[in-house]
């Protein structure tokens, strides 16, 4: 089974914290995301990346920045956290010639912004 | 510009009745559709996908959906609820247009099953 997993369940940071969260995937997948979850707005894509070193821009990458040196590890940074970044972050992975095509994700991080 | 809606937040139903879980899609290019549940304090599960093929399409735990061209609908069923069904639903596309890594995804549903 494909596995993705994130390094933290629950993070509780100050305003103006640097903040990382990882990931990291065990099925070899090139593409891994960065969505950030909200009651109403579903899943908002932050940033992907398509292969190491690789990374582009989703619908809301403002306050944020990501790193991929490896393939299995994909990593969301927060600069200056702020409270308006309070969410629950899901990391995914997909390789488009998987079997249903579909992605498969972490268990989250759900991040409070004090 | 590729998106699907969820014109329900919220849908309950009491078990043993059959539930519908609403998704419609806008795409240009062909639709890669997809339905994901979400359990509490988890992260997003599999649950079905449309690519091509007959329009109704099974999936995990007894779930169905039906595709519809015409009506630009993908909606989730599922012929009799249980209570371990309530959750969170999220319909999904790919796009299969401009960028073929991205997936936009619904506001979600929530399922309630009442016993």
């Not at chain 1, 040196?69 to 940074?77: D, G, Q, V």
Request: hydrophobic share 30%; aromatic share 14%; proline share 4%.
């Amino acid at each position: 089974d494909v596995k993705v997993t994130q390094s933290s369940r629950y993070l509780v940071k100050r305003t103006g914290e640097k903040v990382f969260l990882e990931c990291v995937q065990d099925m070899d997948h090139e593409n891994m995301f960065w969505y950030r979850q909200d009651p109403g707005l579903g899943l908002r894509l932050i940033y992907f990346s398509y292969d190491v070193k690789m990374k582009e821009k989703g619908d809301i990458p403002e306050g944020y920045s990501v790193s991929r040196e490896k393939k299995e590890r994909f990593s969301l940074i927060l600069e200056s956290a702020s409270t308006n970044q309070t969410s629950m972050y899901l990391c995914a992975s997909w390789h488009r010639t998987s079997s249903n095509n579909e992605q498969f994700f972490g268990p989250g991080t759900r991040l409070t912004v004090l | 510009a590729q998106s699907v809606a969820q014109p329900e937040d919220q849908v309950n139903v009491a078990e043993g009745n059959p539930l519908t879980v609403k998704c419609t899609y806008s795409v240009s290019g062909n639709p890669y559709l997809f339905w994901y549940v979400q359990y509490p304090n988890r992260g997003l599960q599999f649950l079905l996908k449309y690519i091509t093929g007959d329009n109704l399409v099974k999936g995990s735990y007894g779930f169905e959906a039906e595709f519809n061209k015409s009506q630009t609908s993908f909606h989730l069923k599922k012929p009799s609820a249980l209570v371990s069904d309530s959750a969170l639903y999220f319909c999904a596309v790919r796009d299969t247009e401009y960028n073929f890594n991205k997936f936009y995804f619904g506001s979600g549903t929530k399922l309630n099953v009442k016993p």
